[in-house]
């Protein structure tokens, strides 16, 4: 393998190599997420090799395991999984061909400046590739491993301020996660700084971990939002922003997409303790409404949440119903998922600030953010 990165999350670390025929996966990897310039100090807890042929991934996975359990998600990967054991951890190892789902065998007939835009996330083969890779392949085998480790994702944006508080905003998607977090850090980066986008990480001792994932932009988020606008404009060349104004034009505020990493100097912390959960809804209210939500129910509200975001990534997860000794590849079924993930978030979660924040529907970017902004400021001063 001639390319590689290093991701960490959490209390997992990563490695991703690459064989130079598809390099282009990890070159995109490598701009959409926050590498690491130096190999962590221990032995990476997942290792996902990407090779150009089934027959080098096939026999690649042979050689590090005695069983190698094989799976395809049926759309841009075909998986070979092997498991060892490190002393008293697990370590896994994915070796990913690329393949052709039906979706890519129609679209790599065309040219790729029309595929571009035809896509909303102005992708190309390459890009639908790395996409299914990283939400197909790589965040269901994060989630099982951060299990292992008393972590788990949550459908989340955090920030961590300046006295090291952490603060989650859970909701569904679109509910104003990534609106509510980008204003405090992009509008006040001296009082705020990011720890993740739309997932979280946090573990059972209450603690939230920077989460490298890139952010997805919409234009929901950078409509009245002009700082956000213009570090995204900044972001593109011409024909890209071309693109980005048609699809916004054509299809309105969900029309359109960005895959961008999280932007240079917005986060300085790695972990903070959770100080504030606060779970966002929109409703048709004409002003926003606070109440308290007790522990269990954020529990199993996020648990939900977190088993809806799963449900089109659950392959690796059905894979223990087919197997005869499930055990052996430390693989929980997508329900065990849930219940493991939702008793992680009861004990982080207890004794924390949490709160159910009814946004109206037509609030703007600006109203939700700035309301965000007061809210907090009243909550921890009342501490």
């Known amino acids: 393998m001639d390319s590689r990165i290093f991701l960490t999350f959490g209390p997992v670390n990563i490695l991703v190599?690459?064989?130079?025929?598809?390099?282009?996966?990890?070159d995109i990897l490598s701009r959409w997420f926050l590498c690491n310039d130096v190999q962590p100090t221990t032995s990476p807890d997942i290792v996902f090799r990407l090779a150009?042929?089934?027959d080098i991934a096939k026999s690649a996975a042979e050689g590090l395991a005695m069983e190698v359990?094989?799976?395809e998600d049926n759309r841009a990967w075909e998986v070979f999984l092997s498991v060892s054991q490190q002393n008293?951890?697990?370590?896994?190892?994915?070796?990913c061909v690329p393949r052709l789902g039906a979706r890519l065998r129609i679209i790599k007939h065309f040219p790729s400046f029309f595929i571009r835009f035809l896509s909303p996330e102005f992708a190309d083969l390459p890009y639908f590739r790395a996409s299914y890779f990283v939400y197909n392949v790589m965040l269901p085998?994060?989630?099982?491993?951060?299990?292992?480790?008393?972590?788990?994702?949550?459908?989340?944006?955090?920030?961590?301020?300046?006295?090291?508080?952490?603060?989650?905003?859970?909701g569904w998607g679109g509910s104003g996660k990534t609106t509510a977090s980008s204003y405090l850090y992009l509008t006040n980066p001296v009082a705020w700084s990011f720890l993740s986008d739309d997932l979280a990480i946090i573990?059972?001792?209450?603690?939230?971990?920077?989460?490298?994932?890139?952010i997805n932009i919409f234009p929901y988020n950078t409509n009245t939002f002009p700082r956000l606008a213009e570090l995204l404009d900044r972001s593109m060349a011409?024909?890209?922003?071309?693109?980005?104004?048609?699809?916004?034009?054509?299809?309105?505020?969900?029309?359109?997409?960005?895959?961008?990493?999280?932007?240079?100097?917005?986060?300085?912390?790695?972990?903070?303790?959770?100080?504030?959960?606060?779970?966002?809804?929109?409703?048709?209210?004409?002003?926003?409404?606070?109440?308290?939500?007790?522990?269990?129910?954020?529990?199993?509200i996020a648990k939900n949440i977190l088993l809806f975001e799963l449900r089109n990534k659950s392959t690796l997860f059905s894979l223990v119903n087919s197997i005869k000794d499930g055990a052996r590849f430390c693989i929980p079924s997508l329900d065990e998922?849930?219940?493991?993930?939702?008793?992680?978030?009861?004990?982080?979660?207890k004794d924390i600030n949490l709160r159910r924040v009814s946004v109206p529907k037509n609030a703007s970017t600006q109203e939700v953010g700035k309301f965000f902004e007061d809210f907090l400021q009243g909550e921890n001063s009342s501490l």
């Open 17 to 26: 190599e690459s064989e130079p025929e598809v390099g282009a996966i990890l």
């Open 52 to 54: 150009n042929t089934r």
């Open 69 to 71: 359990l094989h799976m």
């Open 88 to 95: 008293t951890t697990t370590a896994w190892q994915y070796v």
């Open 141 to 170: 085998a994060l989630q099982v491993a951060l299990l292992a480790r008393g972590a788990t994702f949550i459908h989340a944006s955090s920030i961590v301020g300046r006295e090291g508080e952490g603060v989650l905003f859970s």
């Open 203 to 214: 573990d059972r001792k209450g603690r939230i971990w920077l989460n490298p994932f890139p």
């Open 238 to 300: 011409y024909t890209e922003r071309l693109h980005w104004k048609v699809f916004r034009w054509v299809f309105g505020m969900k029309g359109g997409m960005r895959r961008r990493a999280p932007l240079e100097g917005t986060y300085r912390e790695c972990l903070a303790k959770i100080s504030f959960g606060i779970h966002i809804e929109r409703r048709f209210v004409s002003e926003f409404q606070v109440e308290t939500l007790p522990a269990s129910e954020f529990a199993k």
């Open 337 to 349: 998922v849930g219940i493991r993930a939702e008793a992680i978030y009861s004990s982080a979660l």
